[in-house]
């Protein structure tokens, strides 16, 4: 049983030591690639007492090589209160809020 065991857990120790390594003979030319396009984002939703907001928050990048991405995001907010008592009139306030701006990604 022993050896059974001793086999089965340097099989595995094996097996994972080699899921890290990377492999350096890829061809590596230069220009742009499509496939190095990456797309993400957000969606936010929320409420509570007399409010209401959503939001959306889309990005697109592009991986300059295993270590350095670069793009650009932007951002869409709407949010909505109600004041419905005796000391604010009802008072109904709307924003509508967008944006954008750069990003890095610098991983090891």
Not at 15 to 38: D, L, M, R, V
């Amino acid at each position: 049983m022993k050896k059974i065991t001793f086999s089965c857990i340097t099989s595995i120790l094996f097996i994972t030591s080699f899921a890290q390594q990377y492999n350096n003979t890829i061809p590596k030319s230069s220009g742009f690639k499509q496939e190095n396009i990456f797309i993400g984002g957000s969606l936010g939703l929320g409420g509570g007492t007399g409010g209401f907001a959503i939001g959306a928050n889309p990005e697109i990048g592009y991986s300059f090589n295993n270590w350095f991405d670069a793009g650009l995001a932007f951002n869409i907010n709407y949010n909505t209160q109600n004041y419905t008592d005796i000391y604010n009139n009802n008072i109904k306030l709307r924003t509508f809020n967008y944006g954008a701006g750069v990003f890095t990604r610098i991983c090891r």
